[in-house]
C-alpha cells in the first residue's frame, strides 16, 4: 500500500511529526483554556487537530464556517451537530427552553436529520438557543469540544455576528473552542487587534512547516528504495511543505513500484503532475489580472516583486495581498508561490 497520503484528513501511520504541537494542543485541551490554530491553507491544520482529537475520547463538534450562510443556518448546523453527537431523549428535553421551535425533519435517503427555522425568525434569539443548548449537554465528566473552521469567516457571515457570538461563548463553561483559520492577516486581526470582541480569546499558535530532519528521515523510511538522495530531492522541491510533500512523494513511490523508473524518479514524478493539473493551472492563470501575473512570474524567478520598476511598489503590495487573501502565495521568510507544481507550471508556460 502507498504509504503516503494527501487530500483528505491524515492520521494513523500517514501521520507525520507534530510531537510538539500534539502535546501542546493537548495540554491546552486539559485546561479551561481555547486555541487559535493559525496556518496557510494545506499546512495540516485539520490532521493535527483530528489526531488531538482521537486522543482525548472527549465529544465533539466540528463546523466549517465557510460554508455557513447565515446566523440562522450556524444556529442549525450547530444543532444539526448536538443531534449526531447525543441521544435524541436528553436533546429533546434540553430542547424545552427553546423560544423558537426549530423543525425537525429526516432525509428519506440519507436518512440524516434537518433542521430549519421558521421564516423571518429573529437571528438573535437562535443563535443565543442553540448556544444555551451547548451549556446542557457538556459536562465537567464529558466536557465537549467545539471545533470552528475557517474562522476568519465569522466576520463576512453577518454584520455583528462575531460580537454576539463572543458575548455568549465568554458564559460557557465545561467545553473548550479550537478556532482553526488559514488567512493569517485577519486571524490577527480577529485575534490580536483590542477592538475585536475575540481579542485575546484564546491561546494563538501557528502551525509551521515540518522539520526538514524529520520529513527527511519519514520520507526516506518509507520510500521503496529507501534513498535519503531521494527524499532530499523531493523537499528540496516542495520545501517541506506537508500537503505537497505527501502528494509528490506519493507519485514517487508509485513511480518506482509499479513503473520501475529508476533514474530521475522526482523530475519525471513533477512532470506528470504538473500534466494531470494542466488544464486546472491554465484556467487559474486565465482568471488572473496582468497585475498578479506579473508578480506570479517575478516569484518563480526569485525576484521581490515590491522591487519591480515596472509597476508602482503600491500595486506590486495589492497584488501580494490580494493572492495571499485567495492562497497563491504565502509568507514565511519571503514571500512564495504556496503550490510548487503550480510554480513549475508558470515556468514552463507563462513566460
Not at 318 to 338: A, H, Q, W
Amino acid at each position: 500500500m502507498n504509504p503516503f497520503k494527501f487530500g483528505t484528513i491524515v492520521d494513523g501511520d500517514f501521520f507525520t511529526d507534530r510531537i510538539e504541537e500534539t502535546a501542546l494542543l493537548t495540554q491546552k485541551l486539559d485546561s479551561e483554556n481555547h486555541i487559535v490554530l493559525i496556518s496557510p491553507r494545506r499546512f495540516g491544520k485539520s490532521s493535527l487537530v483530528q489526531h488531538v482529537l482521537s486522543q482525548t475520547q472527549r465529544p465533539t463538534v466540528q463546523l466549517d464556517l465557510q460554508y455557513v450562510l447565515s446566523v440562522d443556518d450556524f444556529a442549525a448546523q450547530l444543532l444539526r451537530a448536538l443531534f449526531k453527537l447525543f441521544p435524541i431523549e436528553k436533546i429533546r428535553h434540553a430542547m424545552s427552553h427553546f423560544r423558537i421551535a426549530p423543525i425537525l425533519s429526516t432525509n428519506a435517503i440519507t436518512g440524516a436529520m434537518e433542521i430549519s427555522f421558521q421564516p423571518m425568525a429573529n437571528s438573535a434569539v437562535l443563535l443565543e438557543d442553540a448556544m444555551s443548548l451547548v451549556d446542557k449537554v457538556t459536562s465537567p465528566e464529558k466536557r465537549l469540544i467545539i471545533v470552528l473552521d475557517e474562522f476568519q469567516e465569522v466576520i463576512k457571515i453577518q454584520k455583528g455576528f462575531d460580537r454576539q457570538l463572543r458575548s455568549l461563548m465568554q458564559h460557557q463553561k465545561n467545553l473548550n473552542y479550537i478556532l482553526l483559520g488559514s488567512q493569517e492577516s485577519m486571524m490577527e486581526a480577529i485575534f490580536e487587534k483590542k477592538k475585536s470582541p475575540f481579542y485575546h480569546f484564546g491561546q494563538v499558535i501557528r502551525l509551521s512547516k515540518i522539520p526538514y530532519d524529520d520529513f527527511l528521515s519519514y520520507l526516506t523510511e518509507r520510500l521503496p528504495d529507501n534513498s535519503k538522495a531521494t527524499a532530499e530531492e523531493i523537499l528540496q522541491f516542495t520545501s517541506c511543505h506537508p500537503y505537497y510533500t505527501q502528494q509528490l512523494s506519493s507519485q514517487v513511490w508509485e513511480m518506482i513500484q509499479y513503473h520501475k523508473v529508476k533514474d530521475g524518479v522526482v523530475p519525471k514524478s513533477i512532470d506528470a503532475l504538473v500534466s494531470m493539473h494542466d488544464l486546472d493551472y491554465e484556467r487559474l492563470w486565465q482568471n488572473l489580472n496582468r497585475t498578479d501575473r506579473y508578480t506570479l512570474r517575478q516569484l518563480t524567478e526569485n525576484k521581490s516583486p515590491m522591487q519591480n520598476r515596472k509597476q508602482a511598489t503600491s500595486t506590486s503590495y495589492s497584488s501580494l495581498l490580494r493572492m495571499m487573501k485567495s492562497g497563491l502565495i504565502v509568507k514565511n521568510t519571503n514571500y512564495e508561490i504556496d503550490d510548487p507544481f503550480f510554480r513549475q507550471w508558470i515556468e514552463k508556460n507563462a513566460q
